[in-house]
Every structure is written in C-alpha cells, then in structure tokens.
C-alpha cells in the first residue's frame, strides 16, 4: 500500500527502460541508447498535443489497471512517452502516439489489449538526443525545449532525424517539487 502511494505521489519506483549512456557531447543534453524493448501504446490525430497525451494515457491506464484479454493488472513504469509525427502545416492534424513501458516481468509475454485502439509495440534498440527539463510541462514548454535541443545538435554538428521526436513525462501529476520531463531527437545512423 505504502509502495503504491509512494508511486502515484513521488514517481518512485517506477521501472524504466535500459539504456546506455554514451560521453556528453554537449553540456545541455545527453546521447543513450536505449535497448529493445515492448511498450503498449495507442495512437491518436489531433492538433492539440495535451488532448492527445491525456487522452492517450487514459487508455493505457486502463490497460494496466487490468482491462487486457487476461485481466492482469500491470505495474505502472516511468517514462510515459508520446511519439510526435507532426502535420505536414500549421492547421494539420498531428499523429500522436503515447506509450507506457512494458514492465520486466511481463516482457516476453505482454497481457494481450481488449481495446482496440492499444496495441504492443516492439521498438527495436534506438539512440537518442536528450534534453532534461523540469516544472510541469505543457504544450510550449515541450516546444521550446525541442527547439532549445534541436539548436544544440545543430551547434554541434550531430546527425539527427527531424522527425518523429519523442516527449516523456516521468512523474504523476500530484508531485509537486522535482519534476523530470525530457525531448528525445533520434540520432541518425550512418549509412552502411
């Protein structure tokens, strides 16, 4: 009990994905490698980021809560990702895709989604460019700290992809102090 609420409270916790940090190349962000890994996601077309990220987490929270083919009820894991493939201007709709991390114990053999509209994602292993903020984060805090990351690579002459681009949120919405948000920029490989 006191380990559920700490969660929901502080972020506490929360299993995270395993990556790899490689040496900072800047002093305003990070390059890791993140392993393969399941995550169940759902996506979403809209203009509004916030709708959709809320909305989105609504499905996967309830996914975890147990409403799977198995009933199984998940652990909550950190970061919530929302995967952004913007529109091709500024009055198209956007695709949104919001994931939670699959825990260790259930990654080989996902609880299968009653929804739909949730799916279990396979990410292959991906490295990405990474900016840490704080605060709570809206809609021009994201964009601002994407501009700010993609600015730095751009400074430092990194091969990155313009888009997707991902937003992650570790913390629940009642932690008030200490908040982590991060912008990720994939990396782009080199041709082989």
């Not at 825990?103 to 799916?119: G, N, W």
Request: glycine letters at 6%.
């Amino acid at each position: 009990m006191l380990k559920a609420v700490g969660q929901v409270l502080f972020s506490t916790g929360l299993q995270n994905p395993k990556f790899t940090a490689d040496e900072k190349k800047g002093e305003d962000y990070e390059i890791r490698t993140y392993d393969a890994t399941k995550w169940v996601s759902t996506s979403l077309s809209g203009m509004q980021f916030d709708a959709a990220l809320s909305a989105g987490f609504r499905k996967l929270f309830s996914y975890i809560q147990g409403s799977n083919k198995g009933n199984v009820k998940v652990e909550m894991t950190a970061p919530v990702t929302c995967r952004v493939d913007p529109g091709a201007g500024p009055t198209c709709e956007s695709q949104f895709t919001v994931s939670f991390y699959i825990p260790e114990e259930h990654q080989d053999s996902p609880p299968e989604p009653s929804d739909p509209d949730v799916f279990v994602e396979q990410r292959k292993e991906f490295t990405a460019y990474v900016r840490t903020y704080g605060g709570y984060s809206n809609e021009n805090m994201k964009r601002e700290e994407l501009l700010k990351l993609v600015e730095s690579l751009q400074r430092d002459g990194a091969q990155y992809i313009d888009h997707p681009y991902y937003v992650a949120g570790y913390d629940s919405p009642f932690k008030l102090t200490k908040r982590r948000n991060e912008v990720w920029v994939l990396k782009k490989e080199e041709e082989q």
